[in-house]
T-cell receptor, first 115, second 110 residues
Framework: GAGVSQTPSNKVTEKGKYVELRCDPISGHTALYWYRQSLGQGPEFLIYFQGTGAADDSGLPNDRFFAVRPEGSVSTLKIQRTERGDSAVYLC?????????????FGEGSRLTVL | DAKTTQPPSMDCAEGRAANLPCNHSTISGNEYVYWYRQIHSQGPQYIIHGLKNNETNEMASLIITEDRKSSTLILPHATLRDTAVYYCIVPMDSSYKLIFGSGTRLLVRP
């Protein structure tokens, strides 16, 4: 498909487990973003990649959260020792160039439930 | 980010214009106004953005006041599929980081 693809769409895990969420951005988009959305709230910024490097990871809540984008395309958000408070929809977005910084294309999200 | 203020909810009748206001009184001269919407269980969708002049595309029109302290998103003929949460965002210094607030929940009534 032509849009941003996120897998899995739903993930249920137990407290303390490790989770990986994957994002396939639109082909050719150099910028990639991760957001988190809790029920009834707007999306919350987590991290921004320009190419392979994390240009801004100021939104990651703590060191249990980590994201990579090794080849400048697919990105993986990794959550260690999950907690119930990590339950949310994790959204990925991409954009084509830095010259259009505010025009993001979002995926459908990965819903994470930590029991 | 420049603080934006939106009403928490609005409604309009199907086929009528939906006018969604946003206040951004602390906006700086080079900061753009972006609008996104989020339909239930979907990711946010970009609608439109502008700096000073009014803008129009296939989805909506954006009217920005001359002093740039407020704007209005107009959906000219709202349909039931336009029911969504609408976010007005002013990224600081037109940067990459979009900070979403609570938005306006628009309900389009049949």
């Amino acid at each position: 498909g032509a849009g941003v693809s996120q897998t899995p769409s739903n993930k249920v895990t137990e407290k303390g487990k490790y989770v990986e969420l994957r994002c396939d951005p639109i082909s050719g988009h150099t910028a990639l973003y991760w957001y988190r959305q809790s029920l009834g709230q707007g999306p919350e910024f987590l991290i921004y990649f320009q190419g392979t490097g994390a240009a801004d990871d100021s939104g990651l809540p703590n060191d249990r959260f980590f994201a990579v984008r090794p080849e400048g395309s697919v990105s993986t958000l990794k959550i260690q020792r999950t907690e119930r408070g990590d339950s949310a929809v994790y959204l990925c977005a991409s954009s084509p160039t830095y010259s259009s910084p505010g025009e993001l294309f979002f995926g459908e999200g990965s819903r994470l439930t930590v029991l | 980010d420049a603080k934006t203020t939106q009403p928490p909810s609005m409604d309009c009748a199907e086929g009528r214009a939906a006018n969604l206001p946003c206040n951004h009184s602390t906006i700086s001269g080079n900061e753009y106004v972006y609008w996104y919407r989020q339909i239930h269980s979907q990711g946010p969708q970009y609608i439109i953005h502008g700096l000073k002049n009014n803008e129009t595309n296939e989805m909506a029109s954006l009217i920005i006041t001359e002093d740039r302290k407020s704007s209005t998103l107009i959906l000219p003929h709202a349909t039931l599929r336009d029911t969504a949460v609408y976010y007005c965002i002013v990224p600081m210094d037109s940067s990459y980081k979009l900070i979403f607030g609570s938005g306006t929940r628009l309900l389009v009534r049949p």
